[in-house]
């Protein structure tokens, strides 16, 4: 979702400074957290609270949500183009949001960007399976409510890549994030497009 559908790093950025403050550290520059994102929650916080207990590392987390879901997600937007790509995408496939927010924040982060959770035939955050990605967790649940196999796992991140090569299904990095071309390559995934924009173009000429 963050940055495959929606530009978020802001929203992030804002909520996770503002929670760094709250538990008395001081803030992180843009570039650095922006190299976390794809990251687990708890092993962002993990990295941010450096030796900090298991009751601050909550406290943290704790607040960065509320931050986020009360304050910094009107940073949130779409992606342009997004919306029609996604129409365009549901008359052929099913679609699923797989991701390492909550299932909360996923729906705060569509309904910010303009984007109808309705598009999404499943919708699968962090707090809803056991390790979010880069485990394949989230398209092992995927698959078993859809009763068949995904076909792709596409993502902004080396992380999406992992999970899906985990998950052995066919993957495609998308150039939206913080992870540039020559990074992605190097956890070989299938494809490597500019943005999902560019999905429904490959996706025929593939079959």
Same mark, same amino acid.
């Given at each position: 979702?963050?940055?495959?559908?929606?530009?978020?790093? =802001?929203?992030?950025?804002?909520?996770?400074? =503002?929670?760094?403050?709250?538990?008395?550290?001081?803030?992180?520059?843009?570039?650095?957290?922006?190299?976390?994102?794809?990251?687990?929650?708890?092993?962002?916080?993990?990295?941010?609270?450096?030796?900090?207990?298991?009751?601050?590392?909550?406290?943290?987390?704790?607040?960065?949500?509320?931050?986020?879901?009360?304050?910094?997600?009107?940073?949130?937007?779409?992606?342009?183009?997004?919306?029609?790509?996604? /129409?365009? #995408?549901?008359?052929?496939?099913?679609?699923?949001?797989?991701?390492?927010?909550?299932?909360?924040?996923? /729906?705060?982060?569509?309904?910010?960007?303009?984007?109808?959770?309705?598009?999404?035939?499943?919708?699968?955050?962090?707090?809803?399976?056991?390790?979010?990605?880069?485990?394949?967790?989230?398209?092992?649940?995927? =698959?078993?409510?859809?009763?068949?196999?995904?076909?792709?796992?596409?993502?902004?991140?080396?992380?999406?890549?992992?999970?899906?090569?985990?998950?052995?299904?066919?993957?495609?990095?998308? /150039?939206?994030?913080?992870?540039?071309?020559?990074?992605?390559?190097?956890?070989?995934?299938?494809?490597?497009?500019?943005?999902?924009?560019? #999905?429904?173009?490959?996706?025929?000429?593939?079959?």
């Amino acid at each position: 979702m963050d940055n495959t559908l929606v530009y978020s790093d =802001e929203a992030h950025i804002f909520a996770y400074n =503002e929670a760094l403050g709250k538990v008395g550290l001081k803030k992180k520059n843009k570039v650095f957290l922006k190299k976390l994102f794809g990251m687990p929650h708890h092993q962002i916080a993990k990295i941010l609270l450096s030796k900090a207990d298991s009751k601050k590392t909550k406290r943290f987390l704790d607040e960065h949500h509320k931050i986020f879901m009360h304050k910094t997600h009107k940073y949130v937007k779409a992606i342009p183009g997004i919306k029609k790509t996604l /129409l365009k #995408l549901r008359k052929n496939y099913d679609i699923a949001v797989l991701s390492n927010c909550s299932r909360e924040t996923i /729906l705060k982060t569509l309904k910010s960007a303009k984007i109808s959770p309705k598009i999404f035939k499943i919708l699968i955050g962090s707090d809803q399976v056991k390790n979010s990605k880069p485990y394949p967790d989230e398209i092992i649940k995927a =698959e078993k409510l859809e009763h068949h196999k995904p076909e792709f796992m596409v993502g902004d991140s080396v992380y999406d890549v992992i999970a899906g090569k985990k998950a052995k299904v066919k993957t495609i990095a998308v /150039l939206t994030g913080n992870y540039p071309r020559n990074l992605l390559k190097k956890y070989h995934p299938n494809f490597i497009i500019n943005s999902v924009n560019y #999905l429904p173009k490959m996706l025929k000429k593939i079959n």
